[in-house]
């Protein structure tokens, strides 16, 4: 049976109205386009809580009764007033962790679902009379009748148990407890999205009411000590908070937008510590020969791939190998991302004017050992890390290309001299992130030919310790498959016939045969597919990774 013939019975069982004034109510509404509850009542031929109440009783819902309806605080203090305006829904109980809104048209009932994320609980409809529920907002935005509850509700700024604080925060405690490398929130025409990435994978948590973008950016500006009035320019800052009992810091980027501005915030999470080499799945010839260029007393090592692919995080690992007695390291960040033990860090201030070339300058007067610049990125910087290689001392950096030969051809176009490139690096590490197969669902696969092909393999390379696996998705990894992720590595170590090429400014292709040729590099796929083979990941994830390059 339909909801209008429920109402419809409804309406007639409790004697609301008689069949004579329901027929021409009916025909009333079909010629007006008009819903039938709101005909009775505008007809006057029923009292509109009467028939509200048959209504709620049409469409399984509750019914909130004005004559005895009473605000709880609580329940007022879990959605900000704005909101409350916006989607017309009043909350009204909060009781055993379900908050219980009043609404005055049951179709309106994905209310529920924009306001859940906010009030961070569960969240149902009741069925409110319209004069009453308008009435009701009315009051609740500055009458003389506000209760305590209403007043609380009116000042987000005022009380640290405001919606909008309370936002903030379980958005970035979710984050944390499902892992997210950043948080993103994006201002649309009719709505703002907030999704995590989780795994180097963005998934899509909430979509807001869009009216909460300006309560949220000027929370968040706030927090990162950004200018709240500043709306046209790009910001960038840095929140230092305290959750879930965790220590965190979240790198703020503030960009100006078409419906407003997009706000990503980077975690990093200081309670995680460091990494090994062995913990990012750095193994096998490459690892030995990155060891052996660690272990040199002068030279640059360097590290490339694109933003979030764990440059920073290998370097950290290489520095807490070296990280001894009788080696002194200094390092140039921006920011200082993790602090260890025995390593003196500066932190990049560019609005003091002091660059990663001015850091670099001062601290060869220190007479370190190891040096780590966080990113290669003028001239200047790259001449002065140049320079300190070939004055007896160990550099590491970053850059930002697509794999190791690339670098080489970076550093030349940045205005070094090929010569001086070529004297100076000692090796280039090459790298990306691939998630890894969950060990609670993963089940063995075999692989076709195809797909063998598709990693630059074939049926000799599946001996009898290979062992790929494939995808399936469990509670543990909440049903993607994956859970966690390492690396995957091209390392390219320069011998004399590559600094010969680098010398005559031979072009990217040229260095890459040379490398691959003289057996001293592997690539990316390759490493990817000894990983696939052992499995640690899935071929169609190293496929996602490397397809592009």
Known sequence: MSATANLRRALLDAGVIDAEKLSRAEGTAQSRGQSLERTLVALGLAD?????????????????????????????????????????????????GVLWLAIDDPLKVFVADNLAFLAGCTVQCALMPPAALKDHIRKLGGGSSAT?????????????????????????????????????????????????????????????????????????????????????????????????????????????????????????????????????????????RFERCIARPNGIVLVTGPTGSGKTTTLYAALQQLNRPDV??????????????????????????????????????QAPNVILVGEIRDRETAEIAVQAALTGHLVFST?????????????????????????????????????VLCPKCALPVELDDIELRSIGLDRSHVTGSARPMRAVGCAACEHSGYRGRIGIYEMMQLDEALRDRIFRGEPTVRLREQALSSGGMSTLMQDGARKVLSGKTSIQELLRVTAAM
């Open 328 to 365: 002194k390291i200094i390092t140039a960040e921006d920011p200082v991302e993790f602090n260890i033990r025995g390593i003196n860090q500066c932190q990049v201030r560019s609005r003091i004017g002091l660059s990663f070339a001015r850091i670099l300058r001062a601290m060869l007067r």
């Open 48 to 96: 509109e809580s009467a028939v509200w109440r048959c209504v709620a009783k049409a469409h399984g819902l509750k019914f909130v009764d004005p004559a005895k309806f009473v605000p709880q605080a609580e329940a007022l203090k879990r959605v900000p007033l704005e909101q409350v305006v916006a989607n017309e829904a009043l909350p009204v109980l909060y009781k055993d």
């Open 399 to 435: 850059l930002h290309t697509n794999d190791s030969p690339s670098a080489i051809t970076r550093l030349c176009d940045m205005g070094v001299k090929p010569f001086l490139v070529a004297a100076a690096v000692q090796a280039v590490l090459a790298q990306r992130l691939v998630r």
């Open 148 to 288: 305590s509850g209403q007043k609380a509700a009116t000042s987000v700024q005022e009380s640290e148990d405001a919606p909008i604080i309370r936002l903030v925060q379980k958005t970035l405690d979710d984050a944390l407890e499902q892992r997210a490398s950043d948080v993103h929130v994006e201002p649309f025409k009719q709505r703002l999205r907030i999704r995590y990435r989780i795994d180097g994978v963005l998934k899509e948590i909430a979509s807001l009411d869009a009216g909460l973008l300006a309560p949220l950016t000027s929370r968040l500006k706030i927090m990162a000590g950004l200018d709240i009035a500043e709306k046209r320019k790009p910001q960038d800052g840095r929140i230092a908070i305290q959750s879930m009992g965790r220590a965190v810091d979240v790198r703020t980027s503030v960009l100006p937008g078409n419906h407003g501005e997009t706000i990503v915030m980077r975690l990093l999470d200081k309670e995680k510590g460091l990494l090994s080499l062995d913990a990012l799945g750095f193994g096998g010839p490459d690892r030995e």
